[in-house]
T-cell receptor
Framework: DAGVIQSPRHEVTEMGQEVTLRCKPI?????LFWYRQTMMRGLELLIY????????DSGMPEDRFSAKMPNASFSTLKIQPSEPRDSAVYFC????????????FGDGTRLSIL | GENVEQHPSTLSVQEGDSAVIKCTYS??????FPWYKQELGKRPQLIID?????GEKKDQRIAVTLNKTAKHFSLHITETQPEDSAVYFC?????????FGSGTRLSIRP
């Protein structure tokens, strides 16, 4: 039983470059969440989707961040242009149902912007 | 506003002793409270959860208690072992999402 799959696991790039993070949720799950984790701010919800539709993007830090879910099995989080302060671990999670069901996390993408 | 507070931020206990982590939440309508364990460099993993119609739930050495009146819930780990060392996050459901606490770094001293 495959869990949530994220790619890449690690990304190192120079500031100003575009960064694309990818996520494949657990098959059958109808909710998908993107989180950012840093030492200073902990685990922050950036955006979540229900049935491929963005529901709440109030956590997206600024216009440089965008997320899409073109189908039930794929989502991307894009940062353009990237800045050093975007360095963090980005997690994708999925669940069957919303806030009253367990969320299953992927292994994360460790992003370093130089 | 929607808020979950977690204490303490760090906790060190002797191996074999118990550890307790406490959380409070702001919305009396919250009805789902999961706990996640995150080992260094790994993803958060659900270890136990409780719903508001239950006051306590136990799974081997781990238990969670919920006080709806006071709007707080706690994680109890008994007979701690080295593999319990990790960061633990509580969370509470709100109308549209789950909000996580700030985490507790638990260290088990040999």
């Amino acid at each position: 039983d495959a869990g949530v799959i994220q790619s890449p696991r690690h990304e190192v790039t120079e500031m100003g470059q575009e960064v694309t993070l990818r996520c494949k949720p657990i098959s059958g799950h109808d909710y998908l969440f993107w989180y950012r984790q840093t030492m200073m701010r902990g685990l922050e919800l950036l955006i979540y989707f229900n049935n491929n539709v963005p529901i709440d993007d109030s956590g997206m830090p600024e216009d440089r961040f965008s997320a899409k879910m073109p189908n039930a099995s794929f989502s991307t989080l894009k940062i353009q242009p990237s800045e050093p302060r975007d360095s963090a671990v980005y997690f994708c999670a999925s669940s069957l149902g919303n806030s009253n069901q367990p969320q299953h996390f992927g292994d994360g993408t460790r992003l370093s912007i130089l | 506003g929607e808020n979950v507070e977690q204490h303490p931020s760090t906790l060190s206990v002797q191996e074999g002793d118990s550890a307790v982590i406490k959380c409070t939440y702001s919305d009396s309508a919250s009805n789902y409270f999961p706990w996640y364990k995150q080992e260094l460099g790994k993803r958060p993993q659900l270890i136990i959860d409780i719903r508001s119609n239950v006051g306590e739930k136990k799974d081997q050495r781990i238990a969670v208690t919920l006080n709806k009146t006071a709007k707080h819930f706690s994680l109890h780990i008994t007979e701690t072992q080295p593999e319990d060392s990790a960061v633990y996050f509580c969370a509470a459901s709100f109308p549209s999402k789950i909000i996580f606490g700030s985490g507790t770094r638990l260290s088990i001293r040999p």
